[in-house]
């Protein structure tokens, strides 16, 4: 059974920066893509891009394009979405998914908080 | 991008009733790459179906999905107390990879 467990939740100061961190445990990201979704409160799910690990290849979502980076780690099965110039707009729940092309996210993380606030 | 749209917002219905819920995609979905997801409050979102019409692993049979090129339905034939969530439909044959804006359904 795999299990994506996600980084703690995060207080930012708008213009900064967040981290989140994605590790899989009981299976690994070999062959799989990793996803990253959010959720703002009350709000639905919005793709933010996704990374092929075993590729090292990224894609984002045009509304983040510039502003998110998505890296992985291969030996260590850990993927990361990194947001930059945050706003009170990102504050939001942010998930990690295991995926794949022409395959459903089947694993999901517990998800990260991370609040904006001055 | 491929639009979702979900239908109704919310649904009002009692345990044991049946559920039907739509999901219309803006363009044909690339080989049925449908999904649907329930998340209940404060928790992640749980894959249900995938293929438009394939139960995920553990899913109880009085789920079923539905339909193909741009018209999806998720049907729930009798709802029990732990169906009460928000569904989410989501196409995955094209980058990027989108969801409807989701369906509440509620205890009436």
């Known amino acids: 059974q795999v299990h994506l467990v996600q980084s703690g939740a995060e207080v930012k100061k708008p213009g900064s920066s967040v981290k989140v961190s994605c590790k899989a445990s009981?299976?690994?990201?070999?062959?799989?893509?990793v996803n990253w979704v959010r959720q703002a409160p009350g709000q639905g799910l919005e793709w933010m891009g996704r990374?092929?690990?075993?590729?090292?290849?990224?894609n984002y979502s045009q509304k983040f394009q510039g502003r998110v980076t998505i890296t992985a780690d291969k030996s260590t099965s850990a993927a990361y979405m990194e947001l930059n110039s945050l706003t009170s707009e990102d504050t939001a729940v942010y998930y990690c998914?295991?995926?794949?092309?022409?395959?459903?996210?089947?694993?999901w993380g517990q998800g990260t908080l991370v609040t904006v606030s001055s | 991008e491929i639009v979702l749209t979900q239908s109704p917002g919310t649904l009002s219905l009692s345990p044991g009733e049946r559920a039907t819920l739509s999901c219309r995609a803006s363009?044909?979905?690339?080989?049925?790459?449908l999904a649907w997801y329930q998340q209940k409050p404060g928790q992640a979102p749980r894959l249900v179906i995938y293929?438009?019409?394939s139960r995920a692993t553990g899913i109880p049979d009085r789920f079923s999905g539905s339909g193909s090129g741009t018209d999806f339905t998720l049907t729930i034939s009798r709802l029990e107390p732990e169906d009460f969530a928000v569904y989410y439909c989501?196409?995955?044959?094209?980058?990027?990879?989108?969801f409807g804006q989701g369906t509440k359904v509620e205890i009436k």
């Open positions: 998914a295991r995926g794949a092309v022409g395959a459903p996210d089947d694993y």
């Open positions: 009981g299976g690994t990201f070999s062959s799989y893509i």
């Open positions: 990374i092929i690990p075993v590729l090292d290849i990224a």
């Open positions: 363009q044909s979905v690339t080989s049925n790459h």
């Open positions: 293929g438009a019409s």
């Open positions: 989501q196409q995955y044959g094209t980058s990027p990879r989108t």
